[in-house]
DNA sequence: ATGATGTATGTAAAGGTTTACATAAGCCCC
DNA sequence: GGGGCTTATGTAAACCTTTACATACATCAT
């Protein structure tokens, strides 16, 4: 139904604009031709010189009031729109931005995505996509696209740019990190106060009654882990807990790599009572392998994630994480990469988003049984 | 690690090209310039004309050995790329693709895409994303990147184009649907087989003993779920077990209308021992309303969906549904995209893939406690 | 009346390609 | 040995804009 009225909709819009345009012009042979008009159809039609129609369209205070009505009517008309590879040709810069990911199919990705989107195109930007897949050969690839002026900012999705360092520092277009911080770049970035969310995360463990929680992640690549590594040892640190390098294990990120954890744990000789995890994939990892030694969640053991992904919610028992404000994050870093188009300098060079914490099932106080742990 | 490995990778890579340059034109200022190397600095170092580096590059059948090779080596000292924007605007036509879907954000979209790019990357296509959120002025807007020529083609993600039908159907740029036939559109499509796919899901159920298999989805408005419904027809009709409209719901994909589906059936006299849904959000959402209701997945009912979302496989019991090969999807409507572009014609007008049945765990026997009904 | 100032418009160059057409050279055959 | 053919290359126009500069005209102060 909805696309039976969408439809409907445009079907009226245009053909109101057809009727427009046969009545004012009967005889323009080129109206309805395959040829799309330009700037000298409008001209001739409007009766001025192509100079003044480009000036009634980018500098309208800059012509008469009279002509640059009659260069409306005539662009009416025609049904002119500026042919963007002419423009950006000319001016030397386009109007797309490139947009860079590890993966398109990551599903924080797409939904970034979404912000950026809807951003770009409110100020006449469309944007360009790509993905590495973590293989800078393919990074390297899409430098092209500045080369020639096709794209004129990036946004990258990685904490690392996916070119040579020493290519790229000089000529980087301009650019903002989205999540993390981009680790060899130096450009400004948009994502959500890591820390903080960790904290979040840790203090409601510790609330719970938790004494013993272990850290599942990756802490030396990416610079977000990193800060949630601080979180977590600010938490426990504040809590007067001091930091027992035997539950802290590392990881990278993957479902796998959470259920590889714990079965390092259980190999060990002590075990927490709470597992926080530095990301969500690897929170379903943990609750894989917790699940397949016979445990229950959340009343063997508590488990946190963080990023909220759109599986998170329908795992069983739904995850307790950390939420990051996704589409927020996509609008403010494009309207950064705006500004910095503009402006050329950066107006700040990290904004952070505050992290909510999305409280559900699995986490409760530790059970009384394991107590002695 | 990965991503440290990436880095050195790319940097020695970097450095090796520029000591390349360094040796071979010690001199040549444009080398590192900040404005990219033009056609013009090639033909200059060359010796030759700009045509003939044209010719070079675009037909090097028609140049002589010698002076290929001469021009090989002025490109790899220039670092010359062709400026994307003047080709495009001579030729009239641009490597672009635009991608528009109702929703970006959507996990069967993402996927999508991974199959999409990898396709035009490797044909030196780049794509353009863009999503309608079911607007249709938004979709309009969209047309202005084939006005002036920043796209050469389209690739569809909706049952319907998202335009009026009037003024498109004859300026309409190549196009190509994607897992469904475009409405209004008359334009090939890719997909998978809906009604087989149906017919997998409703012959499991039938095989685990079911016989009252209700089916809740949208059949009016998506031809992707007509078909379904007619596999589900066509299933039942094979067992010779007659329709009944009492237990075939409408809904609209969505999860509310899963649960409300399920709301409906208990109002009813009659109650199924299985819902087969249109996708999966509905058997999502039929699960959730039967799971509020106080009964248990498989034991109590079965249900299938269609899809294979990548939630399939997290909720709780695990959906047994059909699977959309995505990726694959994706390359092949690439490929007929681009081959469009070339010949003109479309090889075929539709190209359906098999849908596999994923069994998972929400589907078993009618119980026996309910086999009265 | 004259010169200065300001406003509105036009002219033409530039941006980097591709390619039709022209040119030049080499070769072959009668 | 000259006409015709093939092959390799060059010249210049065209694609559609934007904008510096030039021009023309009106206004105003002297």
């Not at 000036?55 to 012509?63: G, L, S, T």
């Not at 802290?248 to 390092?264: F, N, P, Y």
């Not at 530095?278 to 917790?290: E, H, P, R, Y």
Request: with cysteine; aromatic share 6%.
């Amino acid at each position: 139904m909805i696309y039976t009225d969408q439809l409907k909709h445009a079907f009226d819009l245009s053909t109101s604009l057809c009727s427009v345009a046969a009545k004012t012009a009967p005889r323009q042979s080129q109206v309805s031709n395959s040829t799309p008009a330009t700037i000298e159809d409008v001209a001739r039609i409007a009766e001025v010189s192509i100079a003044t129609v480009s000036r009634a369209i980018h500098m309208p205070e800059k012509v008469a009031n009279s002509t640059r009505l009659k260069v409306n009517q005539a662009i009416a008309i025609t049904g002119y729109t500026t042919n963007a590879m002419a423009r950006s040709l000319r001016l030397g810069r386009s109007n797309m931005i490139l947009v860079v990911a590890p993966d398109i199919g990551d599903p924080n990705f797409s939904n970034i995505l979404v912000g950026l989107e809807n951003e770009a195109r409110a100020h006449g930007y469309g944007i360009l996509i790509g993905h590495t897949q973590n293989d800078a050969q393919r990074g390297l690839e899409y430098l092209k696209f500045f080369n020639s002026n096709q794209a004129a900012g990036l946004i990258l999705f990685t904490g690392i740019l996916p070119f040579g360092h020493q290519t790229m520092t000089a000529r980087l277009p301009p650019s903002v990190g989205v999540f993390e911080p981009v680790f060899n770049g130096g450009i400004p970035y948009v994502g959500v106060d890591d820390t903080e969310g960790a904290r979040k995360a840790v203090d409601l463990l510790l609330a719970e009654g938790h004494r013993k929680i272990a850290f599942i992640g990756d802490s030396r690549t990416r610079l977000a882990y990193t800060r949630r590594r601080m979180g977590y040892d600010a938490g426990l640190d504040a809590a007067g807990i001091p930091p027992d390098t035997r539950i802290v294990l590392e990881g990278d990120g993957t479902i796998e790599s959470g259920r590889h954890a714990v079965e390092q744990l259980f190999m060990r000789d002590t075990l927490p009572t709470a597992f926080m995890c530095v990301n969500d994939q690897t929170a379903i990892g943990v609750m894989i392998g917790l699940g397949a030694r016979g445990y229950d969640i959340p009343r063997d053991f508590s488990v946190t994630g963080f990023d909220d992904v759109p599986q998170a919610v329908f795992i069983s028992p739904p995850l307790t994480t950390v939420r990051q404000p996704r589409t927020a994050i996509g609008k403010q870093a494009m309207a950064l990469l705006l500004e910095l188009l503009s402006d050329g300098r950066p107006a700040e060079t990290e904004i952070l988003l505050r992290p909510d914490l999305v409280v559900r099932n699995s986490v409760s106080a530790p059970s009384r049984n394991w107590s002695k742990r």
